[in-house]
């Protein structure tokens, strides 16, 4: 993320004498992505962010996945998943390859203090509101926020309220970084005028958290498990932070269609891009107006891709009499062509606009169905596109 920010109490120059009140000096801590040579923060602790007084594995239960074979299109209904749990421990893995997991969750416990070693998580909030506080500070969230959670930085979910459950669609990247796609930036980083939002519509920690407390437990995710960290102090003691690299928030109202004539292809709703996957949000918009437009999408082979769209919110006009709901999932591999279902392009023809909300997710790997996938599955979604010839 290239926008630089600063938040509380830095010195003037880095790597410089930072003293306390009383005396003492300020610990740095430089979070470098990609060997140094990417972006960074530089934050200042009160304690050592390194004074580690313990370190044990976390025994984890193993996530059978199967290849999605025979090649099928599918549908899976994540609100048929069991609620429970907490943001980091209660996700059920719905599909995965080498380069992301994608999970679902809903529950409403926070979570233990966690940091993905690995790489970045980027998770959409379907529903309820909660914080999360981290090193950076905190950063409150709503239904339709999109979250981009740097890798390694230390967070804990904190959720408002047991009578509203948060529901989530998690990714995380299997090593490397998410941010905006890079044909909207500058050169140097700066939103261009044709991207669909720009810097005033991200939202980061305002102000340091600043906790105090002893022996503080942390589980850090890394490729061989999870690991449970117990620092000296608590690692949200940092009392200023500047750079380009920080936890954000991006609302999906705050995404501004582009449209057109005539039918827009996929890549005008790309919202975020990952190391081989990205990410795109369909939202409320005029449909096409050229006066022969056919506002439903035309049927398509995503040649080198798994297209997964999550259903968040609206009638799915394309979706017609597929049994597609709030909280589906569809799955349409690469080798798969699928379009609208019957009656959809005819249906869709006087439409001046639709109210939808959906996020899909676009994998250049095949992906394979986790244990939430088989528990959610809705077996007939193959044969929907059948119909009068
Ligand atoms: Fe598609």
Known sequence: MPYY??????????????????????????????????????LYHIGRPTALKAIEAVDGEEQQTTPNHPLRPRHFRTH?????????????????????????????????????????????????????????????????????????????????????????????ASGGHVGPPRRYLSRNGQ???????????????????????????????????????????????VVGWDGCLYPYAFSIRDFEPITGRVHQPPPVHQTFEGPNFVVCSFVPRLFDYHPDAIPAPYNHSNVDSDEVIFYVEGAFMSRKGAGIEQGSISL?????????????????????????????????RPLELGPGARDSEEDKYAWTWLGAR
């Open 332 to 364: 349409h591999p690469g080798g798969h062509t699928h379009g609208p279902q019957p009656g959809s392009v005819e249906a869709s023809l006087d439409a001046v606009s639709t109210e939808e909300y959906a996020v899909m997710v676009d994998t250049f």
């Open 5 to 42: 920010r600063t938040v509380g109490e830095i010195p003037r120059k880095r790597h410089t004498r930072f003293h306390k009140p009383d005396g003492g000096l300020y610990t740095e801590e430089l979070m470098g992505e990609e060997g140094f040579s990417f972006d960074s923060a530089l």
């Open 80 to 172: 048929q998943l069991k609620a429970g749990g907490d943001p980091v421990s209660g996700r059920h893995l719905l599909l995965v390859n080498g380069d992301v997991r994608i999970s679902y969750f809903v529950g409403s416990d926070d979570s233990p203090l966690y940091k993905n070693g690995i790489g970045d998580e980027l998770v959409f909030v379907e529903q309820g509101t909660g914080t999360l506080e981290t090193a950076f500070g905190r950063l409150p969230f709503e239904q339709g926020d999109y979250l981009v959670i740097p890798a390694s930085t230390i967070h804990r979910w904190v959720l408002d309220s047991p009578a509203e459950p948060v529901r989530a669609l998690l990714l995380e």
């Open 191 to 237: 939103f261009l005028e044709h991207s669909p939002y720009c810097e005033r519509d991200l939202r980061a920690p305002t102000a340091p958290l600043l906790l105090e407390g002893e022996e503080v437990e942390v589980l850090v995710r890394s490729r061989a498990g999870m690991t449970r960290f117990v620092y000296q102090q608590h690692p949200f003691d």
